[in-house]
Nanobody, 124 residues
């Protein structure tokens, strides 16, 4: 059974950091496109950071460039999102997603699998 399970969300003061993790099971990460998306109440879902994984292409939303870093440990089948200098506007439910084969995908609808989400709340 394919599963993506996010963790690491929580409540943090503005300026702080969080690291989200996404543990994948049921498939091998290496050949998959992987990404992080978020959705805040009343706002459209957006791609935060996506990567073609071993193919070397990475995307960051302008709003998170320089603050967030996507990475993966393919041996552990785990995707990470390091979030620094957090702002209240980063508050959202964050989802990880995966799609086969590996390429750069920026829309969640294009992904085959999605996690249940983890809440990130940043207070000022």
């Amino acid at each position: 059974e394919v599963q993506l399970v996010e963790s690491g969300g929580g409540l943090v003061q503005a300026g702080g950091s969080l690291r989200l993790s996404c543990a994948a099971s049921g498939f091998a990460f290496d050949d998959y496109a992987i990404g992080w998306f978020r959705q805040a109440p009343g706002k459209e879902r957006e791609a935060v950071s996506c990567t073609s994984n071993t193919h070397g292409s990475t995307y960051y939303a302008d709003s998170v460039k320089g603050r967030f870093t996507i990475s993966s440990d393919n041996a552990k089948n785990t995707l990470y999102l390091q979030m620094n200098s957090l702002k209240p506007e980063d508050t959202a439910v964050y989802y990880c997603a995966a799609a086969y084969p590996a390429r750069l995908l920026l829309h969640l609808e294009e992904y085959d699998f999605r996690g249940q989400g983890t809440q990130v709340t940043v207070y000022s």
